[in-house]
């Protein structure tokens, strides 16, 4: 099977290529998206893409979306050839597409977290916070909270995506009450996705939403969801506090560039087969966990 890095729909206007989806206009009101099999890396995209990537993360997407009733999403079809029957011609676009709703996307990463990693660990090292949020002292990288926390960013064209408090967030939404249920949502699906994973020995680490508004201000949940794209899964098997757990994402990519003398700027290096085929087993494995739940 080949990696799907590019499409081109010639009946539709492409809006957007984001780093993994392509966007494109059915009319005013709907889109399609499109998950390719594009990897990034260090903020880098990759020639070579992981075969299957995007439909694992589509049925993943579709799944989550079906189970979540905390709020509204932006899903109109899963079977969008059935409205626009000319997918027929582009049969790698199998099982990778969705009719969504257009909507006013909020320009804020929503990330709840339970456990301390990634960019929190990094800054609770620097100042014994995350977000503004004051953490007990003498965590551990990987420990789990006392409770989930809601911790924003920055959406990032470019570059990487930065921490944010609170009140920062709330001034770019530009309405308070929206601020608030985007966080409340988040920590109330967070803490619903993670006692489901658990059950199946995994555990959610960290997880980022997208909402957006319609025209009479309705919050809908949006893009992905709890996808490894999204999301930091690891096993309990495998969990340890003070260590860096093992992932269900593109690690095995990290991991590898990191023994290279590469400055983490484009062009990205070739990634080996070997890499490949470790990194969509990963992607394999967790969809199996969740398409069982």
């Known amino acids: 099977m080949e990696a799907v890095t590019s499409t081109n729909i010639k009946e539709l206007k492409k809006l957007f290529s984001g780093k993994v989806r392509d966007v494109y206009e059915v009319d005013e009101n709907r889109m399609l998206l499109v998950a390719t099999d594009r990897i990034s890396a260090f903020d880098v995209v990759f020639k070579e893409g992981i ?6 993360l589509t049925r993943i997407s579709n799944k989550w979306f079906s189970m979540i009733n905390q709020v509204p999403n932006h899903l109109v079809s899963t079977f969008p050839q059935e409205e626009l029957p000319f997918l027929a011609n582009y049969p790698e676009l199998e099982d990778r597409t969705v009719l969504v709703n257009r909507l006013k996307r909020l320009d804020v990463e929503c990330v709840a977290r339970g456990y301390l990693f990634g960019s929190a660990w990094k800054d ?3 100042k014994g916070e995350v977000c503004g949020i004051k953490l007990p002292a003498g965590m551990k990288q990987a420990e789990r909270l006392p409770r989930p926390i809601f911790t924003p960013a920055t959406k990032a064209e470019s570059g990487h995506d930065e921490n944010i408090s609170f009140e920062e967030c709330v001034k770019i939404i530009g309405d308070e009450n929206v601020a608030n249920k985007v966080k409340e949502i988040s920590l109330e ?4 996705a993670h006692n489901l994973l658990w059950d199946k020995g995994i555990i959610l680490s960290d997880t980022k939403f997208e909402f957006g508004l319609d025209e ?9 969801v709890l996808t490894p794209d999204s999301s930091r899964f690891w096993s309990q098997k495998t969990y340890q506090i ?4 093992p992932n269900y994402d593109k690690q095995f990519i990290r991991d590898y ?3 290279l003398d590469w400055d983490k700027r484009p062009p990205a290096p070739p990634l080996p087969q070997e890499i490949i085929e470790k990194t969509i087993a990963r992607y394999r494995e967790i969809e199996q966990v969740i398409l069982s739940l």
């Open 189 to 192: 699906i967070y803490a619903w």
């Open 257 to 259: 560039l990191e023994i």
């Open 124 to 126: 609770y090292q620097a």
């Open 242 to 245: 003070g260590t860096s757990p």
């Open 216 to 224: 009479e201000g309705n919050l809908y949940l949006i893009d992905e």
């Open 51 to 56: 075969p299957g990537k995007g439909q694992v």
